[in-house]
Nanobody
Framework: QVQLEESGGGSVQTGGSLRLSCVLS????????MGWFRQAPGKERERVGT??????DSADSVKGRFIISQDNAKTTLYLQMDRLKPEDTAMYYC????????????????????WGQGTQVTVSS
């Protein structure tokens, strides 16, 4: 069972930046889809963006402010978050599929097999 561990969350003011990291316990594949999700209190978990083979697809709400990347070993995932807003406040999770070479925007959280425990991001106005 692959384990994921996020780090880097914290509290910042509006306009601030944070960089989240997600370390995988083992390599899965060069072509597996990985991504970031977030969940605010009382809301459903939503997709922040995904990455596969260097191709990134970000949600419209974060496009231009958040950047997803990964290391060459495909065992660490990053989320650079700039110009943060109060509405970005949420628990942030990294996730990965266990197989496959596709990564669709329509993929739901249930389509991802491995999850981290989450890291809290709080943005104050």
């Amino acid at each position: 069972q692959v384990q994921l561990e996020e780090s880097g969350g914290g509290s910042v003011q509006t306009g601030g930046s944070l960089r989240l990291s997600c370390v995988l316990s083992e390599f899965i594949s060069d072509t597996v889809c990985m991504g970031w999700f977030r969940q605010a209190p009382g809301k459903e978990r939503e997709r922040v963006g995904t990455i596969m083979q260097g191709i990134v697809d970000s949600a419209d709400s974060v496009k231009g402010r958040f950047i997803i990347s990964q290391d060459n070993a495909k065992t660490t995932l990053y989320l650079q978050m700039d110009r943060l807003k109060p509405e970005d406040t949420a628990m942030y999770y990294c996730a990965a599929r266990r197989q496959g070479n596709y990564c669709f925007r329509q993929m739901a959280p249930a389509d991802f097999h491995y999850w981290g425990q989450g890291t809290q991001v709080t943005v104050s106005s």
